[in-house]
């Protein structure tokens, strides 16, 4: 090498390297300390580790620019001096980069500063002060001396690229490194290594669609580190498929996974199905993560998750024990808590991993979108924080205003809230989503934002169908179709939608699919099968939320067999579960009454007690189930009109307010009912209110016109059967209500009230023996349940009937 020239490069501070902990769709920065080790074994679970003995930080003269430990890799950046130039240089600089080559890294320092101090305005001599500073490891003065570095010459591109790698160090820099990149591309355009490490600062920002475009080009001829990089960024952005795989063809470059994207890798099989696989990897990966500061808090929130999917959650937890009360520890325990309280449906965990979130935003002014962003997911979860959340998606909309996500949150969190209408929700939102997105990351975002919405809004349907065709990896979406294909009747269609979730790979390992097929199972009328998919959900031991789902589900169907001791039963242990649920108390309440062990006084103290203690926007399904049990009360209007507001196409709710307004005016309520079916044919419920509504009239007309077009579109619906029956009774048509009733014990031999209901038709048809038998065998039957006394008592007042009919007085009247 010519004397007059200096060897200087872009030196990586080697023990640094950005990680993410185990969040959906958010990249984290949580270690700023990573170690540099540059000799590395690997070991049989294909992890990466490194030298026992730390190198020291000082000592470090690389002539490879590694970068995030083998992830952001930028190629060597040689600042060559032509002997020319070197005469223009400053003594003290050029004197500053020999002791820099000679690993005097201190003295180097020096000699620049000196430099500076006699030429302020001297590029070379800052650009030196900034590469000693980043080969001592003084992160925050060399980023400091690089921006000062482009202040004087802005497409300098050592301090370009340096600023470029230094900006993945800290989650602040990460923004001016990105600008750094991108103007370093603008001079060199086929820079493809300072493209994959923009790729990668674009991910950790949480702008996928940039950086999956980055990553299109890098990923043409990729070198290992690019691919570790874009199996990272694929990864957090929620497609651990395409994660995974490019993790494995790294691997196939002969290289082990090194411990600091352990975590990653874990996330990568724990999403894709090797849960026991993440859990052993990340087991060797702690056991290790001792020599290499920084490593344990995101390898330690990975295996927790890892263990919480696996349904180790006490082992989970001991897992994240020691991260508690560590300041570093802070955010990676928020997410685990959160991860793990959601998929649990523990609200303890999840309040606690809030609670967190809340810390964070509070301890820090300048927190990034990305954690913003994060922070207002976890917190739009929660009923109680939903405003805070709202109010944080507007702050970062502000900033994206074209972001289609955001704004799907910030509407669904505005129908949560109240203040907007379902139909204000689906008017604003299917503008908004015409056409789709092309970018397949904002797309699959997109649906990750739809799929939150719980219960989803069946005008929504098309465009869940819509983002189905496009082949988003969203498979969640096919258990919202179903929901909504459920609310609306739709029996066929919901199992088809389910039966294509569980389909899916996250689909056969998720237990919720089970209690939506109980309740069509129950729709079906096959309350026995209903029971039993209950029964064997319960046994899985499910988590809390899936377990009193379960419980309540099974309340139901007891109740509808007859059995409503049984019922009450079930919700006395989701309350011994947990003494101070009010929704179990509503639920309770609800079954209670229909059985008729409260009265109405009784039930509409429980409701009071609700609407006084809880938020208007907390409205859970048990709360709309009581006020549609309960009988119509025009002090209840403004409440039907709220709890529709919340769910639009709720039955028992449509009819009570239908009921409140016929007192008034009864053709005014026909005509709204109309105007309910012909806004939507196919919508079975409206049909329903209908019936109903003109039976409560004596329009038994009307109510057979609406039952009637129930059969015509499905003519085994066993509801629209019963209820078409009991039409036909009261209109005396004795033979026709019969053969309705057959129909339905054809469908369920077992139908308690078809089998009732033809009792009694025996009966109105003078034929009090065969009434009699049927009462009988029900009796027989129902001898463990509340139903039994009902029974016991019908067969003696029709035993007398008989006797008296015959002549002879009952033995207890003789005397």
């Not at 570790?228 to 694929?234: R, V």
């Not at 799929?451 to 465009?463: K, T, W």
Request: proline content about 5%; hydrophobic content about 40%; glycine content about 6%.
């Amino acid at each position: 090498m010519n004397n007059n020239q200096t060897d200087i490069q872009v030196l990586s501070s080697l023990d640094k390297n950005p990680s993410f902990d185990a969040k959906a769709d958010i990249p984290v920065l949580s270690s700023l300390s990573k170690s540099d080790s540059l000799s590395a074994k690997s070991n049989s679970l294909g992890i990466q580790g490194g030298a026992t003995k730390r190198p020291s930080r000082f000592g470090l003269i690389s002539l490879l620019v590694l970068g995030l430990t083998g992830v952001l890799t930028l190629e060597p950046m040689i600042v060559q001096i032509p002997a020319v130039q070197a005469q223009t240089v400053p003594a003290a600089a050029r004197r500053g980069f020999t002791l820099l080559q000679q690993g005097l890294v201190n003295d180097a320092i020096a000699a620049f500063k000196q430099a500076i101090a006699n030429s302020p305005q001297s590029v070379d001599a800052k650009l030196g002060l900034a590469q000693a500073y980043q080969k001592a490891g003084k992160d925050a003065e060399a980023w400091n001396a690089f921006q000062q570095v482009l202040a004087l010459s802005p497409n300098n591109q050592p301090a370009l690229k340096a600023v470029g790698l230094l900006g993945s160090y800290r989650q602040e820099w990460q923004v001016r490194g990105i600008d750094a990149l991108t103007t370093l591309l603008k001079l060199t355009p086929n820079d493809i290594s300072a493209r994959a490490a923009r790729g990668l600062l674009l991910g950790y920002q949480g702008r996928y669609s940039e950086a999956f475009a980055d990553y299109k080009i890098a990923l043409q001829n990729p070198t290992p580190d690019t691919l570790l990089g874009a199996a990272q960024i694929y990864t957090f952005s929620g497609d651990a498929k395409q994660g995974l795989e490019f993790f494995k063809r790294y691997q196939a470059t002969g290289k082990a996974i090194p411990i600091y994207q352990v975590a990653a890798y874990g996330r990568a099989l724990r999403e894709t199905g090797s849960v026991s696989q993440a859990i052993q990897v990340l087991q060797q990966a702690l056991s290790q993560s001792g020599k290499f500061p920084g490593t344990e808090v995101d390898i330690r929130s990975a295996l927790a998750q890892a263990y919480a999917a696996n349904r180790q959650v006490p082992e989970a937890l001991a897992v994240l024990q020691p991260l508690r009360g560590k300041k570093d520890g802070t955010l990676a325990l928020a997410r685990s808590l959160t991860t793990i309280g959601r998929s649990e449906g523990n609200s303890q965990l999840y309040r606690e991993g809030a609670a967190l979130y809340r810390q964070i935003l509070g301890s820090s002014s300048e927190a990034s979108q990305s954690l913003v962003r994060e922070a207002a997911d976890v917190l739009s979860e929660l009923p109680e924080e939903r405003a805070t959340a709202l109010s944080l998606y507007k702050q970062l909309i502000a900033v994206q205003p074209d972001n289609k996500t955001l704004l799907v949150k910030q509407l669904l969190l505005e129908s949560q809230l109240g203040q907007i209408s379902d139909t204000d929700l689906a008017s604003r939102l299917l503008p908004a989503l015409q056409p789709l997105p092309s970018d397949a990351a904002e797309l699959r975002s997109l649906a990750l934002g739809l799929a939150q919405l719980d219960p989803p809004n069946p005008a929504l349907l098309s465009v869940y169908q819509n983002l189905l065709s496009s082949n988003v990896d969203v498979p969640f979406l096919n258990f919202r179709v179903a929901q909504i294909f459920l609310q609306q009747n739709q029996l066929d269609q919901a199992k088809s939608a389910l039966a294509a979730y569980k389909a899916t790979a996250s689909g056969a390992s998720d237990l919720a699919p089970d209690l939506l097929l109980a309740d069509i199972q129950r729709r079906e009328g096959n309350l026995d099968a209903s029971a039993q998919t209950y029964e064997a959900l319960i046994a899985r031991n499910p988590s809390d939320d899936l377990l009193n789902g379960a419980l309540r589900g099974l309340a139901g169907v007891r109740l509808a067999q007859g059995q409503a001791d049984q019922a009450i039963a079930l919700y006395d242990q989701l309350l011994q579960r947990n003494p101070n649920d009010l929704r179990t108390a509503l639920g309770r309440a609800t079954i209670a009454y229909q059985a008729k062990r409260i009265n109405q006084t009784e039930a509409e103290a429980v409701l009071k007690r609700w609407l006084s203690t809880e938020p208007a926007t907390n409205t859970p399904p048990e709360l709309i189930n009581l006020v549609g049990t309960l009988p119509p009360s025009p002090e209840r209007e403004a409440l039907y009109t709220a709890l529709l507001a919340v769910a639009p196409d709720n039955v028992p709710l449509q009819l009570r307010q239908l009921q409140v307004l016929a007192v008034r005016d009864p053709q005014g309520a026909k005509d709204r009912v109309a105007q309910l079916i012909a806004r939507n044919p196919d919508n079975i419920g409206a049909y329903f209110v209908q019936g109903e509504l003109a039976q409560n009239l004596k329009d038994l007309e009307l109510a057979s016109q609406a039952y009637s077009g129930i059969l015509t579109k499905q003519p085994n619906n066993i509801d629209a059967l019963a209820a078409l029956a009991g039409v036909r009774f009261q209109q005396k048509k004795f033979v026709v209500a019969t053969e309705l009733y057959n129909r339905i014990l054809a469908i369920n031999p077992k139908d308690l009230l078809a089998r009732r209901a033809l009792a009694e038709l025996s009966l109105a048809q003078d034929q009090p023996f065969t009434a009699l038998e049927r009462f009988k065998q029900l009796q027989q039957e129902q001898l463990a349940s509340s139903s039994n006394l009902e029974f016991v008592n019908r067969v003696q007042r029709l035993e007398v009937d008989i006797l008296k009919r015959r002549g002879f007085q009952p033995y207890w009247e003789r005397f």
